[in-house]
């Protein structure tokens, strides 16, 4: 099992800047692959960022590439998002999830993820 602890959301003007971070605790943090997803009222989860195991590689939905950047610090057991230039569109509940290294399924799929942290949330005022 692995746990994962969301942190760093709130309430920030249009423009504004937030970072998240999520905590792991569990099973070796550096076995899994890492992603962020939100969900924004009356929609679907949607893919955020991913991040392979060694931080070495990074991938971004569009609408957020060039203005959130994912990382993870292997050492302290924690993944983090630094989001610029927010707007409202990026108002959602945003979770970190966990996929083990040798799982099979796209990075950018929530069925592809096998833990699950119980979100935070993030309000962009325009």
């Known amino acids: 099992q692995v746990q994962l602890v969301e942190s760093g959301g709130g309430l920030v003007q249009a423009g504004g800047s937030l970072r998240l971070s999520c905590a792991a605790s569990g099973r070796t943090f550096r076995n899994y692959g890492m992603g962020w997803f939100r969900q924004a009222p009356g929609k679907e989860r949607e893919f955020v960022a991913a991040i392979s195991w060694s931080g070495g590689s990074t991938y971004y939905a569009d609408s957020v590439k060039g203005r959130f950047t994912i990382s993870r610090d292997n050492a302290k057991d924690a993944l983090y998002l630094e989001m610029n230039s927010l707007n409202a569109e990026d108002t959602a509940v945003y979770y970190c999830?966990?996929?083990?290294?040798?799982?099979?399924?796209?990075?950018?799929?929530?069925?592809?993820?096998?833990?699950w942290g119980q979100g935070t949330q993030v309000t962009v005022s325009s």
């Open positions: 999830a966990a996929r083990n290294i040798y799982g099979t399924g796209s990075r950018y799929a929530t069925s592809s993820y096998d833990y």
